[in-house]
């Protein structure tokens, strides 16, 4: 599910003020961008936030509900605009697509949904959608279009009365919705195999490519115009003695050859417009060319004209030599070679004809091929040199169309942050959880409906409403009992075991993003091993409660790191009073705030330990406090994937807990002349935070010898990263050795803070939002 606005308000209603800001940015952009493209897609954007305006005024939309459009179940996928706003449409709604006008002209079916759906429970069109069971041959794009062949796998497998209850369910939207899938010309591709981007978007992005304009003018001039300056040039020597022109009188010939090469000039013009420097009537190709053109007419040039050219003239000679003197051919041998080489805008297009060859709907297994040197038949074809080597730039195109197991592409490259990480793990785990039914059929089916689900962007909710989760649509509640149990938890263990290695090794020092947790969260559930996992709150939109899973998750935390822990000194937390908490509230009847279940002890633990008063609901720095403490609290994540789903790093604690300092040392350095420092320095605190909790865990030796490590490796940055991060290394030291981390020069290293941060040093923040107040 796109994360585009998974965030929950606590106000009653939504302002139409955002729909109308970007209603206007749209007009704005609809008319003045260059771009046509831009300006349809501008175009595109008015119409739907005009639809939400219109929708919101009227009554038909009530956004920040689960169930946002009157008149449709919370399982239908709306048409979601930026900022969570939905539009009224219905994304499985409009008018036909091509594949199902085609199948109603096959079925000699009026253009009508209705008439589509009730064929499809005919014996024709099951024996249809059987077909396409069997073979895989076709796309789910949005969840709905995996309905009617759920209900066809329910009949076939004699399951006719949940099959029925589901076509109840679908048949009062048949005539709005597509509820049966495209078809495809291959079946789905190998499910242990990720890419981020399929060939045909790694050809479309090399199709967009356009040549670079400063190096096409650069190759213009080498090639074309300094070789017809030299032209000009040994022309008007022709008419020299002693190095000055214009002192023999031109002849009928000269007069003929000049000519010819004015015409030339005017055919090079036309087809060669990247460079306008030939154009300059004060250069010296322009003198040349003017005085020229005056000559040819049978005009004499005047002194003035004279002299400029004579000048021209010698200035050329004195500083290329000659034409044909050894000086000036090697010059022009070596600028010839220069501007002979391929450009990357050609270079881009052979490989874009390589791509396409190849299904496009599905990532390449293999890079190598479609990056390698030009070859000789490409050569001959295409007139690029042999051998040329494909640039970096268009390599990384096609190398993030690399289908290979997702490990592979973190070792590779292709995954370069958490945040991409995130893109591609609902694909795996679409297949994991595909994997709990028994059918192969069913399976193909399953991971394809969960990709398509994925693809639905969050809506805006209010007052602690709960996204949609794959599990309500009714097609896949309909088939939840063909779910083996055992076999899919074990699956989902070792699913969640693996990405969470994979993350956490290869983002040290990085929070998991909420589409990342959101997918892990799937899979702990799935596994039922008890792992609770949490998002990051936004401090601007923080409505000062928690959920009861935060509580949970502090109480995982507190049986990993209880008992004296380096992570539970410093942070000066007491894991046994948090236990004693979680275990009360369990017996209570907790909270509900707004229709939600919160848990208020957890809340008034965090607004304690952020030294505030109040509910902690209030301005953003201070909400920010209260949410850091319960990153704090909780680890965030990292103690329920290493408790309970198993994670353990392949190269040690230690190592992990070095590698997050190298990341705080990063994020430390860019605070130096930064004018709006405060987001790194809170994304330097998280990372402080994560090594703290990689070194609890590492025996009493390595912490020693990391804590010596610590700062070495910061003498080895520039000089103002130690002297930002000596206060943190002494207050770390401090505890170390039993002490208080605040005591005398040290300081614990937080990320948020109402007053200014002595990581700055060099100025008081402002005390609000944003860059004003952390």
């Known amino acids: 599910m796109k994360d585009d606005a998974d965030k929950q308000h606590i106000v009653g209603t939504a302002s139409s003020s955002y729909p109308s800001a970007q209603l206007a940015k749209a007009f704005r952009t609809a008319l003045t961008h260059q771009d046509a493209d831009t300006r349809l897609r501008a175009e595109k954007r008015q119409g739907q936030w005009r639809a939400v305006l219109a929708g919101m005024a009227s009554g038909l939309l009530k956004v920040g509900s689960r169930t946002p459009v009157k008149g449709l179940p919370a399982w239908v996928t709306p048409e979601v605009v930026r900022g969570g706003f939905v539009t009224g449409a219905a994304s499985a709604g409009g008018p036909l697509q091509e594949y199902e006008a085609e199948a109603a002209r096959r079925a000699g079916l009026a253009q009508d949904r209705s008439a589509l759906f009730a064929h499809a429970l005919t014996d024709d069109g099951l024996e249809e959608l ?121 002849d009928a010939a000269w007069v003929e050859r000049g000519a010819e090469l004015l015409r ?23 003198i040349l060319r003017g005085a020229l053109e005056e000559t040819v007419a049978g005009r004499p040039l005047d002194a003035r004209r004279l002299g400029l050219l004579r000048h021209a003239v010698a200035s050329m000679v004195r500083k290329r030599g000659l034409p044909g003197a050894e000086r000036h051919t090697s010059l022009r041998r070596e600028q010839a070679a220069q ?82 990480l995130a893109e591609l793990v609902p694909q795996l785990v679409a297949v994991t959880t595909a994997q709990a039914y028994p059918d192969e059929a069913l399976q193909t089916l399953a991971a394809a409906n969960y990709r398509a689900f994925r693809n639905r962007r969050s809506l805006l909710l209010l007052n602690l409403e709960r996204q949609v989760r794959v599990e309500e649509l009714p097609w896949v509640r309909a088939i939840a009992p063909q779910r083996a149990g055992v076999a899919a938890g074990e699956a989902s263990a070792a699913a969640l075991r693996q990405l969470g290695e994979l993350a956490v090794q290869a983002f040290p020092g ?49 049986e990993l790191l209880g008992g004296g822990t ?55 720095a201070e909400n920010g406090m209260v949410i850091e403490q319960a990153q704090i609290l909780t680890t965030h994540n990292l103690a329920a994937l290493v408790h309970r789903a198993g994670v353990s790093p392949a190269l040690g604690w230690e190592d992990l807990a070095r590698r997050c300092f190298v990341t705080v040392c990063r994020l430390t350095a860019r605070v130096q002349a930064n004018p709006r420092p405060l987001s790194t320095i809170k994304d330097a605190a998280y990372a402080w935070r994560q090594m703290l909790f990689h070194l609890s865990l590492c025996t009493p030796q390595e912490q020693t010898r990391t804590l010596t490590w610590l700062t070495e490796e910061a003498a080895r940055h520039p000089d103002h990263v130690m002297a930002r991060l000596s206060p943190a290394l002494t207050g770390l030291r401090q505890v170390a050795e039993g002490g208080s981390p605040d005591e005398g020069d040290g300081r614990r290293l937080l990320g948020w803070s109402t007053g200014g941060h002595w990581m700055r040093g060099d100025r008081v923040d402002r005390g609000d939002g944003g860059d004003r107040g952390w």
Not at 372 to 398: C, D, F, K
């Open 130 to 250: 059987y077909g396409l069971l069997d073979s895989g041959r076709y796309e789910v794009t949005v969840p709905e279009e995996a309905a009617l062949l759920t209900a066809a796998w329910l009949t076939r497998a004699g399951q006719v009365d949940a099959a029925l209850e589901l076509v109840v369910e679908l048949a009062p939207f048949a005539g709005r919705l597509r509820f049966t899938p495209r078809p495809a010309g291959r079946p789905a591709p190998d499910p242990t195999a990720v890419h981020r981007k399929t060939v045909a978007d790694a050809g479309g992005t090399l199709a967009r490519r356009r040549p670079n304009t400063a190096v096409e003018t650069q190759r213009e001039a080498l090639a074309v115009w300094q070789p017809f300056g030299d032209e000009l040039l040994v022309h008007w020597l022709e008419t020299a003695e002693d190095g000055r022109v214009l002192t023999r009188t031109p």
């Open 264 to 286: 030339r000039y005017r055919l090079l013009a036309a087809d060669h417009t990247y460079c306008a420097k030939h154009r300059n009537p004060k250069g010296n190709l322009g």
């Open 339 to 420: 501007a002979a080489l391929p450009s990357h805008h050609a270079l881009a297009q052979l490989v874009l004809r390589r791509l396409s060859g190849l299904p496009q709907e599905a990532g390449v297994a293999e890079v190598a091929p479609l990056v390698a040197p030009v070859s000789g038949r490409e050569a001959r074809e295409t007139g690029l040199p042999a051998g040329a080597a494909i640039p970096a730039g268009v390599r990384r195109t096609v190398e993030a169309a690399l289908s290979a197991p997702i490990g592979t592409l973190v070792e590779r490259g292709v995954v370069p942050s958490a945040e991409v």
């Open 510 to 558: 990085t929070v998991l993003p909420n589409p990342l947790v959101r997918e892990l969260g799937v899979l702990a559930r799935q596994a039922e091993l008890g792992a609770p996992l949490v998002e990051e709150l936004a401090a601007d939109i923080f409505m000062g409660t928690f959920s009861p899973k935060f509580l949970t998750a502090a109480r995982v935390a507190a």
């Open 566 to 620: 380096l992570y539970e000194r410093y942070y000066a937390i007491d894991y046994r009073a948090v236990r004693n908490l979680a275990i009360f509230e369990a017996g209570q009847t907790l909270t509900r705030s707004y229709g939600a279940r919160t848990s208020p002890g957890f809340a008034k633990l965090c607004v304690e330990r952020a030294g505030l008063s109040g509910s902690g609901y209030g301005p953003v």
